[in-house]
């Protein structure tokens, strides 16, 4: 019975590692997604304090990242976590409004002038026991007209 009980625990343990996450299609610098339209809109890479124009005359500006509970990748974790960030945005017509994005509670997108802005990835991913500088975040967004 012993033995039975250690192979299931060995076998839950195995199923739980963590592995760090893949990173979105076309990250890096041969295919910056903040320099390129997307199938159905614009992909932003946003550093903290910048702002970008999506085609059509919409603002983002990436204020802060909000909070970081994501599991360290070099961890075991019972929750996966959550990332949110703070976005101001600007509409064409002059329209602002600040909203907070999340990683995996929701609200994970948002509608603002005429877009569905959605927030794909938080860069850098945790490790344990190390922090990031706070203006280290980069955010990974993608900005669609329904």
């Not at 999340?102 to 794909?120: C, K, M, N, S, W």
């Amino acid at each position: 019975m012993r033995r039975y009980t250690l192979l299931a625990l060995c076998a839950v343990l195995a199923g739980c590692q963590r592995s760090a996450p893949p990173s979105p299609a076309g990250a890096g610098p041969v295919g910056d997604p903040s320099s390129q339209a997307a199938d159905q809109g614009d992909t932003l890479r946003l550093h903290v304090g910048e702002t970008r124009q999506v085609i059509g005359g919409l603002a983002v500006q990436f204020r802060a990242l909000v909070s970081e509970s994501r599991c360290p990748m070099n961890a075991v974790c019972v929750w996966q976590g959550d990332a949110a960030v703070r976005l101001h945005l600007t509409a064409a017509g002059g329209q602002q409004a600040d909203t907070t994005l999340h990683t995996t509670l929701e609200p994970r997108a948002v509608q603002f002038g005429g877009y569905d802005i959605g927030l794909v990835h938080v860069e850098p991913y945790p490790v344990a026991d190390q922090k990031p500088d706070s203006t280290a975040y980069v955010v990974t967004l993608t900005a669609t007209q329904p």
